[in-house]
């Protein structure tokens, strides 16, 4: 039971260019979530899914999009990348609304 | 929107002290959660404690939401406590997180 997982750990991208992060889980669990951090702060999600084929805009969405095709895997795409950009990205996930969330180990992202 | 704040920022502590963190957050919450990241960025589940109060070995969390505060406490600190403990509410399915408090354990 690997719990959540990320790929990759970590990434440089010039600015403009594109990638996207995976997430996987093997809990089964109907909720996930991208969120990233900047230094010296918390959190902050960025979108989340509420179960397979769906999605919905966290606290900030702008320059990023998100895919659940199915229900272990939440991708995460920067489609023209900015240094702004520059993060370490999460992903957890959770049973549902209620209940705690578990955490990926992260993927630190460079954008130069 | 919601606000959530923690102290204090920084803690530095010798092996074997005690600490308390705490955690306030200005609106009702359906859930709270404490979080420690580790040196290597690792964020680990501390307690899902929406009220009431927790105890895990040397670690122990009570939360009082009619009064919107959640403390946590760290008895008999190890170096391995060393890190960034984050509190985090839920509102409406989303978990916002306070800026955490840095705690640096010395021998």
């Known amino acids: 039971n690997a719990g959540v997982t990320q790929t990759p750990k970590f990434r440089v991208l010039k600015t403009g260019q594109s990638m996207t992060l995976l997430c996987a889980q093997d809990?089964?669990?109907?909720?996930m979530y991208w969120y990233r951090q900047d230094p010296g702060m918390g959190l902050r999600l960025i979108h989340y899914?509420?179960?397979?084929?769906?999605?919905a805009k966290g606290e900030v969405p702008d320059g990023y999009n998100v895919s659940r095709l199915k229900k272990q895997n939440f991708l995460l795409g920067l489609e023209s990348a900015a240094p702004s950009q520059t993060s370490v990205y999460f992903c957890?996930?959770?049973?549902?609304?209620?209940?705690?969330?578990?955490f990926g180990p992260g993927t630190r992202l460079t954008v130069t | 929107g919601i606000q959530v704040e923690q102290s204090p920022p920084d803690l530095i502590l010798q092996e074997g002290a005690n600490s308390t963190l705490r955690c306030n957050f200005s609106?009702?919450?359906?859930?709270l959660q404490w979080f420690h990241q580790n040196p290597w960025g690792q964020l680990i589940n501390l307690f899902y404690i929406p009220s009431g109060t927790k105890q895990n070995g040397r670690l122990s969390a009570t939360t009082v939401a009619t009064e919107r505060y959640s403390l946590l406490y760290i008895s008999s600190s190890q170096t391995t406590d060393s890190g960034v403990y984050f509190c985090a509410v839920e509102r409406y399915g989303k978990l916002i997180f306070g800026t955490g408090t840095r705690l640096q354990v010395f021998p």
């Open positions: 809990m089964n669990h109907e909720y």
């Open positions: 957890a996930s959770s049973t549902g609304r209620m209940y705690e969330q578990y």
């Open positions: 609106d009702s919450v359906n859930n």
């Open positions: 899914s509420v179960g397979e084929g769906t999605t």
